[in-house]
């Protein structure tokens, strides 16, 4: 069983950042695929970025590429995202999630476990 819990949302200036964190519960946080996803009012969730267990494979969707960071520290059982240059378009709630095998990092249904999310809203 693992817990999430999503920290650093808040309202922000189109341009501006943020940086998210997700402290997971439990010893085994290192063997998780850790991914993050957002959801904006009447749209469908979206992934945003995926981090293997190791750190070494990240992924991006091609909306925030060159924008936005996914890492992981293992040792405090933490993943975070980098968000830098914000748009409007960017609010949405933002969600963790962990997954102990996953083939397609970016589908929903690859993760066992979520967050409660955060609210991010970029103003213009």
């Known amino acids: 069983q693992v817990q999430l819990v999503e920290s650093g949302g808040g309202l922000v200036q189109a341009g501006g950042s943020l940086r998210l964190s997700c402290a997971a519960s439990?010893?085994?946080?290192?063997?998780?695929?850790m991914g993050w996803f957002r959801q904006a009012p009447g749209k469908e969730r979206e992934f945003v970025a995926g981090?293997?267990?190791?750190?070494?494979?990240?992924r991006h969707a091609d909306s925030v590429k060159g924008r936005f960071t996914i890492s992981r520290d293992n040792r405090k059982n933490t993943v975070y995202l980098q968000m830098n240059s914000l748009k409007p378009e960017d609010t949405a709630v933002y969600y963790c999630?962990?997954?102990?095998?996953?083939?397609?990092?970016?589908?929903?249904?690859?993760?066992?476990?979520w967050g409660q999310g955060t609210q991010v809203t970029v103003s213009s």
């Open positions: 999630a962990a997954a102990r095998t996953v083939r397609d990092r970016t589908a929903t249904n690859e993760y066992d476990y």
């Open positions: 439990g010893r085994t946080f290192g063997n998780y695929d």
């Open positions: 981090i293997g267990w190791s750190g070494s494979i990240t």
